[in-house]
């Protein structure tokens, strides 16, 4: 496994954490001012810009889920697999340690340091089935762009687009993970631990299933 794919996995994610719990953040000091929108765009265009970044070093992953969907349909093997996630979840741990001394702790709190979490009238099972159904079509699109070898190159463009898209449609039903390292960094950092399942197991499931289709189905020759 080389080092620098593993270094860039872990700045890919340390970036795309930093700027989504950062934004949350930012919009709590200006009351709401930014909104769900600009939340959305500077996660999306954050992803966007880091996994174009390192796709040439590591696949731009950046993301635990979206590496077990790749490992499922054997483009990577187990070992990289382990050393990217490891990567990924340090990015994100580092990410909010480093916002800790960025942002007022009393507005980082307002907002439980940026962890996703069920929304109100919301079930367990309508936040999962979200998870699952949105990280299915990022798995879709990124494995449809960064590694379908018949598809014109665009970087991440698209899959930060619809990262950006999904975030908006799922942040009042799960708060809009579809990656278990953002959920991971803020947790483990605030100790807000609730229903942290389902922002493993609805991601991994999302793009095992996405991988999958795409593998077995789309991608024959």
Excluded at 113 to 118: I, R
Aim: hydrophobic fraction near 55%.
């Amino acid at each position: 496994m080389k080092q620098k794919a593993l270094v860039a996995e872990f700045i890919g994610t340390f970036a795309f954490v930093f700027v989504s719990v950062g934004t949350i953040t930012a919009d709590q000091m200006l009351s709401g001012r930014l909104g769900p929108l600009a939340i959305a765009l500077a996660s999306g265009v954050t992803l966007a810009a880091m996994m174009s970044a390192t796709a040439a070093l590591s696949g731009g992953h950046l993301n635990p889920a979206i590496t077990f969907g790749v490992f499922l349909a054997r483009k990577i093997d187990r070992g990289t697999a382990i050393g990217y996630i490891f990567s990924q979840c340090l990015g994100a741990l580092l990410a909010m340690l480093a916002l800790q001394f960025t942002m007022p702790a009393m507005s980082a709190a307002a907002v439980w340091f940026g962890v996703p979490k069920v929304g109100v009238y919301i079930s367990t099972f309508q936040a999962l089935a979200a998870e699952i159904v949105l990280t299915f079509l990022l798995m879709f699109v990124f494995y449809g762009t960064m590694i379908d070898q018949r598809a014109p190159k665009t970087g991440g463009l698209f899959v930060g687009l619809v990262y950006a898209v999904c975030l908006l449609v799922a942040g009042p039903i799960s708060g809009g993970a579809f990656n278990p390292a953002r959920h991971f960094g803020p947790a483990l950092i605030s100790g807000i631990v609730d229903n942290f399942w389902i922002y493993w197991i609805g991601p991994a499931a999302g793009a095992a299933l996405a991988a999958l289709v795409y593998n077995l189905i789309l991608d024959r020759q």
